[in-house]
């Protein structure tokens, strides 16, 4: 049997699923604050037996489990050498099937541009049980903690999320660029900033103004959260300039340009 739940850390009262043994749960972490976890997330940290995580993961949220929780780095980044995708769906089949709980942890959430609907698949064909736990997606709470509202009644009735990375690296192929130059109000791309001078390119060239508010907002919702806003003409240079590095969001539109009230208002967000 699992530890039953920390009274200090989940609220009594509250049913929550059961985490049985060769389970896999596929859950969202959120941007990096803890704060944003849900409540199923940190249910989950206290039952599992082994976390497979990403490297978007936040520490202070891994710090959450228990310590003898076992605990698998499956992310990019860091220089550590980066996990194929078949590899960590293997790797989650074999861990259920040997009896524990397992639970792969993504940052923000799993099916936002995080492969979670892959792993999902793989999982539905070797025959695991799973479930899946959504969490607060970069794009939306990155955006809330640099005090830029994703929508705005007067400003924008639509909303895309964008990657600005294809599987092969390159910017994806498939976008109708001219269609979001000229339809899309506010456009958020996340893993844009590799590419972000060709994509700069490719909205200005299609129809949309330089004139345009834009903002990056770099490692959001962890103490390291820095932001940059500009135009689209003159973002590239002025993330250059700040010397912001991924993982960062960017957006484009007017609602950027509420930032300063609200993040004076709100009193806390946006080095
Ligand atoms: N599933 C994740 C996205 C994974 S793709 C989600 O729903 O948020 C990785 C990209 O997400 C990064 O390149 C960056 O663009 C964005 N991202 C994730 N966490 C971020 C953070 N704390 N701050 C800024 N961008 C973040």
Redesign the pocket.
């Known amino acids: 049997m699992a530890p039953g739940p920390a009274p200090d850390l989940l609220p009594a009262g509250l049913d929550f699923p059961d985490f049985p043994p060769g389970w896999v749960w596929l859950v969202?972490a959120g941007?990096?604050d803890p704060g944003l976890l849900t409540l199923h997330a940190l249910h989950a940290l206290r039952h599992a037996d082994v976390i497979v995580y990403d490297a978007?993961v936040d520490e202070r949220i891994l710090g959450l489990a228990p310590a003898a929780t076992e605990r698998l780095y499956a992310g990019k980044r860091g220089g550590r050498p980066s996990a194929r995708q078949a590899d960590i769906s293997e790797t989650l089949v074999s861990l259920a099937r040997s009896g524990r709980r397992v639970l792969r942890l993504?940052?923000?959430?799993?099916?936002?541009?995080?492969r979670?609907a892959e792993e999902c698949q793989y999982l539905h064909a070797h025959g695991i049980p799973f479930r899946v736990v959504s969490?607060?997606?970069?794009?939306i709470?990155?955006l809330a903690a640099a005090g830029i509202p994703a929508t705005v009644r007067e400003t924008n009735a639509a909303i895309t999320f964008i990657?600005?990375?294809a599987a092969n690296g390159d910017v994806p192929e498939t976008l109708n660029w001219s269609a979001l130059a000229h339809a899309s109000p506010v456009l958020v791309?996340?893993?844009?900033?590799k590419h972000l001078p060709v994509i700069v390119d490719r909205l200005i060239s299609a129809g949309r103004s330089a004139e345009t508010p834009a903002a990056a907002?770099?490692?959001?919702?962890?103490p390291r959260?820095r932001v940059v806003t500009a135009t689209l003409g003159t973002l590239v240079e002025a993330i250059t300039t700040a010397g912001l590095h991924?993982?960062?969001?960017?957006v484009v539109g007017d609602v950027v340009s509420l930032r300063d009230i609200i993040a004076a208002g709100a009193g806390h967000p946006g080095r």
């Not at 907002?217 to 962890?222: F, K, M, N, P, R």
């Not at 991924?246 to 960017?250: C, D, E, K, L, R």
Request: aromatic share 10%; glycine share 30%; net charge negative.
């Open positions: 969202g941007p990096g978007l993504k940052g923000g959430d799993p099916f936002v541009f995080g979670g969490g607060i997606t970069a794009g709470g990155g990657t600005g990375h791309f996340y893993m844009g900033l907002v770099a490692e959001a919702t962890t959260q991924p993982p960062a969001i960017v």
